[in-house]
């Protein structure tokens, strides 16, 4: 998360400061108590006074072997005191202290976090992905390993949680909570980081959905038998878009619209065969009255198989592993969660 070798180096540095002020008190208490026959209250009081050098007189007239001992004892703590102030001033304006709280904010939350998303890579398609994921309030977890990228997310108006390292090492992908995650995102640079980052996240997690970038179509064939269930090749999805724009420009603005825009009030849901009711998972479109009970409107229906059947008959049904592609307003959507929640 936090550069953990800045950070490590700030507590080091302050814990040698603490070790060195107790192990000179120490050292002041016994030598008075042992040469001057102080007490442990006047031995502590004397080391203080001498260690702060505020100059107060002593607590007994010193012997001679007392004398040497407390000159000893200012000089060789003009060095300790000096690396303490330096150790602790360097601990606050390097913002270690407050990185520390940072770090601690981020792990607690991360504990916390459920069925969320993992974006690997804060780069071209990271940023996208990530500012959608923000414009739609879905919970996510970035993971980045340059440093100094990871400065620039700290620096960020928009409060993400992240972890620093490389996503490819099975420690970091834990520390995303890959075992409660209910997606993964990677859209590294390099095809074979992103090949090793599907592979560890479906061993570590059978149920999650994986969706990965790819450059060439070679590598598209490793990432689905590596797990991946979704491979995007963002180059070729480009030049698709730009050629469709001069065919069907209305239709492309359309639907770039209503999924990027955060002010559309449309969107799609996906509602799957295992999500119904088990009353309803038999009944037809008609039956259920989609549109009548929510507004919404069923405009495909994708198959088990990865087929989609576009525009289905009133006397559509699902079956195990099928799901309707529904369409509607924010509101619609909502009152079509909450109808299959209580059943038709």
């Not at 208490?29 to 260690?51: K, P, Q």
């Not at 102030?85 to 916390?112: D, M, P, W, Y």
């Amino acid at each position: 998360m936090i550069n953990w070798y800045t950070l490590k180096g700030g507590y080091l540095k302050l814990r040698y400061a603490i070790f060195l002020i107790i192990l000179s008190v120490t050292i002041g208490v016994t030598g008075y108590m042992h040469l001057e026959d102080y007490s442990f209250r006047e031995a502590f009081y004397m080391t203080i006074i001498t260690i702060s050098t505020v100059g107060f007189s002593e607590v007994k007239p010193l012997s001679e072997s007392g004398q040497l001992f407390t000159t000893i004892l200012i000089i060789v703590n003009i060095g300790v005191v000096a690396y303490s102030v330096s150790a602790f001033t360097a601990f606050i304006i390097e913002g270690a202290l407050f990185k520390g709280i940072h770090r601690r904010t981020i792990q607690r939350n991360l504990k916390q976090m459920k069925d969320h998303i993992i974006v690997c890579g804060y780069g071209r398609y990271g940023r996208e992905i990530v500012d959608h994921l923000l414009k739609q309030k879905i919970p996510f977890v970035l993971i980045e390993k340059n440093p100094d990228i990871v400065e620039e997310i700290q620096k960020m108006e928009s409060k993400i949680i992240y972890v620093e390292g490389d996503v490819t090492h099975d420690e970091i992908l834990e520390a995303a909570g890959v075992d409660r995650a209910t997606a993964l995102i990677s859209t590294l640079p390099d095809d074979t980081d992103n090949l090793f980052t599907i592979l560890s996240a479906r061993q570590m997690n059978e149920k999650i959905n994986l969706i990965s970038a790819a450059k060439s179509q070679r590598t598209e064939k490793k990432l689905r038998q590596a797990g991946a269930d979704h491979v995007i090749m963002p180059d070729r999805l480009g030049g698709f878009y730009m050629s469709t724009l001069i065919s069907k420009p209305g239709a492309v603005e359309f639907f770039s619209f209503i999924t990027n825009n955060a002010q559309s009030d449309i969107g799609f849901e996906e509602l799957s065969y295992e999500n119904l009711a088990a009353t309803d998972r038999n009944k037809s479109i008609v039956e259920l009255g989609i549109r009548e009970k929510t507004g919404t409107n069923v405009i495909g229906i994708k198959k088990q198989n990865g087929q989609f059947e576009v525009n289905p008959k009133p006397d559509a049904r699902l079956g195990p592993g099928d799901s309707f592609i529904v369409l509607g307003s924010r509101d619609q959507l909502k009152a079509l969660g909450e109808v299959m929640k209580t059943g038709s």
